[in-house]
């Protein structure tokens, strides 16, 4: 199988804007030294560890493609037990295999005054991939390749005669892998690794006569998935302050404890609910003795997630404010990514409360497609190879998944 994204220069216009904030797909970084931007920047470049003269406009076209196999044994329960209620029935056993490579491109023009400070970021790019950030930084492309996990299955045949297809499964999977948070838009293989249970049904209706060399038929399966929950560290922004995960945090009464990056302090351990994911596809087949077409719609949704984070969590920090080197940190705590607020009267230590839970969760998506295959098949005494291949291309609604598009194929043995 192979997939990949839709071209970069749509995705920099509709996809850009799921990762950055205010509905845009470019963002200004200025300095608090340059007072003609101050009213219309969209990032403090103070808090990315930028000079207060700096200035510049960052983008980014997201970009992913996956390519992989899977394995997959049927064995039919009826060869092996002679018992009623398990004839019709076999057993799947799939393994799937992944890489994946996701890069967000992040881009940077128009660069004034640029850092000199040794230890300090020069420009955007380096800002966003600075060492002592633990999470959600922007480094090019992150890639992973592995077994994503086991899927089981029973399956009972109700229907299989004169292209008449009726069939029902049920099973569950095991995750091999977690998500890693170190990066933005990390590349990940499977699903979270969250275990879940998978039922679906897949059916055939035949247009054409039974006797006839050449058929028309009607198909539609139905995929759906409960994944359980699992833990997962998540990076949170505050409350009605998007991008506030890079701001800069200190402890109180902690002159050493200075300029601590908000991707440390606001990934947090939590408990992610991903509830559903719903696979849909229907479509016209035609087939004759050899070989067989299809063509069809794919529907592919998954629910929104809900994230909540340790309850036992304790905050000790607080938004840093201004203050000399070596003298008592402060706090502002109306501060926002564009700008640094007043000092508080007194020190104002973050909550559990200020947390946006919904900031750490991935939207619902909806994702349309269109598909194309067909297949050959072949008898040879109690021996049958088959062999096809088939591609597709999906769009989804709103902006949250990427468009792609991809291809697949396949090889068979049954005996």
């Known amino acids: 199988m192979y997939q990949h994204s839709c071209d970069a220069t749509q995705g920099n216009k509709k996809f850009a804007k799921y990762f950055l904030i205010n509905n845009k797909s470019t963002l200004l970084v200025s300095g608090d030294a340059n007072t003609n931007e101050v009213s219309i920047r969209d990032v403090r470049a103070e808090w990315l560890g930028l000079?207060?003269?700096?200035?510049?406009?960052?983008?980014?076209?997201?970009?992913?493609?996956?390519?992989?196999?899977?394995?997959?044994?049927?064995?039919?329960?009826?060869?092996?037990?002679?018992?009623?209620?398990?004839?019709?029935?076999?057993?799947?056993?799939?393994?799937?295999?992944?890489?994946?490579?996701?890069?967000?491109?992040?881009?940077q023009s128009n660069i004034q005054n640029p850092g000199t400070n040794p230890g300090m970021p020069r420009d955007i790019l380096e800002a966003f991939r600075q060492p002592n950030w633990h999470n959600s930084k922007i480094d090019g492309k992150t890639a992973i390749s592995q077994f994503t996990e086991v899927r089981i299955q029973f399956w009972r045949c109700f229907m299989d005669e004169d292209d008449w297809q009726l069939a029902y499964y049920s099973g569950f999977i095991i995750p091999t892998n977690k998500p890693n948070?170190?990066?933005?838009?990390?590349?990940?293989?499977?699903?979270?690794?969250?275990?879940?249970?998978?039922?679906?049904?897949?059916?055939?209706?035949?247009?054409?006569?039974?006797?006839?060399?050449?058929?028309?038929?009607?198909?539609?399966?139905?995929?759906?998935?409960?994944?359980?929950?699992?833990?997962?560290?998540?990076?949170?922004d505050l409350r009605d302050r998007p991008w506030s995960r890079f701001l800069l945090f200190t402890s109180q009464n902690n002159p050493n404890n200075i300029n601590i990056p908000g991707v440390n302090v606001l990934t947090l351990h939590s408990k992610v609910r991903s509830y559903a994911l719903v696979d849909f596809?229907?479509?016209?087949?035609?087939?004759?003795?050899?070989?067989?077409?299809?063509?069809?719609?794919?529907?592919?949704?998954?629910?929104?997630?809900?994230?909540?984070?340790?309850?036992?969590?304790?905050?000790?920090?607080?938004?840093?404010?201004?203050?000399?080197?070596?003298?008592?940190?402060?706090?502002?705590?109306?501060?926002?990514?564009?700008?640094?607020?007043?000092?508080?009267?007194?020190?104002?230590?973050?909550?559990?409360?200020?947390?946006?839970?919904?900031s750490a969760a991935t939207p619902g998506a909806l994702v349309n497609g269109l598909t194309i295959a067909g297949g050959l098949q072949y008898s040879c005494g109690l021996v049958t190879l088959g062999a096809g291949m088939g591609g597709f291309v999906e769009w989804s609604r709103l902006n949250s998944p990427l468009d792609s598009w991809g291809l697949w194929g396949k090889c068979t043995i049954s005996f």
């Open 281 to 358: 596809a229907t479509g016209l087949r035609y087939r004759n003795d050899l070989f067989t077409l299809e063509i069809g719609y794919t529907m592919w949704a998954h629910s929104k997630e809900h994230v909540k984070p340790d309850c036992r969590l304790i905050f000790d920090k607080g938004i840093q404010g201004n203050f000399s080197p070596g003298a008592q940190p402060q706090s502002a705590n109306f501060s926002t990514i564009a700008r640094q607020a007043p000092n508080d009267p007194v020190f104002v230590q973050l909550e559990k409360s200020d947390i946006n839970i919904h």
């Open 51 to 107: 000079p207060s003269n700096f200035s510049g406009f960052l983008t980014l076209c997201p970009e992913q493609h996956q390519a992989g196999f899977w394995l997959e044994y049927n064995q039919d329960f009826g060869t092996l037990f002679d018992l009623p209620f398990l004839r019709n029935s076999h057993v799947s056993i799939i393994i799937p295999y992944v890489h994946a490579e996701n890069n967000l491109h992040l881009s």
């Open 181 to 236: 948070p170190t990066f933005l838009f990390n590349a990940v293989a499977g699903n979270g690794g969250q275990a879940g249970i998978n039922a679906g049904v897949v059916l055939q209706v035949p247009f054409t006569l039974p006797d006839a060399c050449q058929r028309i038929m009607w198909f539609m399966d139905l995929d759906a998935t409960f994944r359980f929950h699992n833990h997962q560290w998540r990076t949170y």
